[in-house]
T-cell receptor, first 114, second 114 residues
């Protein structure tokens, strides 16, 4: 059974710092991995999607990497800003079956202090 | 396109009552997903549709839960005889069937059962 873990559960950094959020998964047979942002009481905003054949994806100040063999992904945020404060969730889609659902971690709650 | 919409945004109901939520996906997306999220947890998959066909249901979807997507457009999720444990955020997402099945989420419906 696929399990997704995100460490740390919470992170507080001063504005301007570069930071890394970690995601690990137990079954390496994934189709892809998606990173999301969630603001309090809101839905999820898709940030980056990495296919299993890719090593990384970039969007603006965000860079996500994927090492499928070791079951790890990282989300790198450059030059953090107070507006980046949110919970960041990673989710994997497994191969096989109907490829329907995403399996989520519990998220990392990020606070960027001005 | 305005993205995925959900209605209502908030619902307070008494235990034992029935509730129904609606989701309108992105218009060109033929897949629609339902998830449930409780405080401090990542979303958990409930069910998904491809067009009007319900292709997968989680074990979380007890007999009191039913979902429909009658014409392959909007979807409804009904909970009968609500229990306090049903209190959660109910999230809807949609995607196309390729290339990455990237899921886009709505704002969610917050259910409180008193």
């Amino acid at each position: 059974k696929q399990e997704v873990t995100q460490i740390p559960a919470a992170l507080s950094v001063p504005e301007g710092e570069n930071l890394v959020l970690n995601c690990s998964f137990t079954d390496s047979a994934i189709y892809n991995l998606q990173w999301f942002r969630q603001d309090p009481g809101k839905g999820l905003t898709s940030l980056l999607l990495i296919q299993s054949s890719q090593r990384e994806q970039t969007s603006g100040r965000l860079n996500a990497s994927l090492d499928k063999s070791s079951g790890r992904s990282t989300l790198y945020i450059a030059a953090s800003q107070p507006g980046d404060s949110a919970t960041y969730l990673c989710a994997v889609r497994n191969y096989g079956g109907s490829q329907g659902n995403l399996i989520f971690g519990k998220g990392t709650k990020l606070s960027v202090k001005p | 396109d305005t993205g995925v919409s959900q209605d209502p945004r908030h619902k307070i109901t008494k235990r034992g009552q029935n509730v129904t939520f609606r989701c309108d996906p992105i218009s060109e997306h033929n897949r629609l997903y339902w998830y449930r999220q409780t405080l401090g947890q990542g979303p958990e998959f409930l069910t998904y549709f491809q067009n009007e066909a319900q292709l997968e249901k989680s074990r979380l979807l007890s007999d009191r839960f039913s979902a429909e997507r009658p014409k392959g457009s909007f979807s409804t999720l009904e909970i009968q005889r609500t229990e306090q444990g049903d209190s959660a955020m109910y999230l809807c997402a949609s995607s196309s069937t390729g290339p990455g099945y990237e899921q886009y989420f709505g704002p969610g419906t917050r259910l409180t059962v008193t």
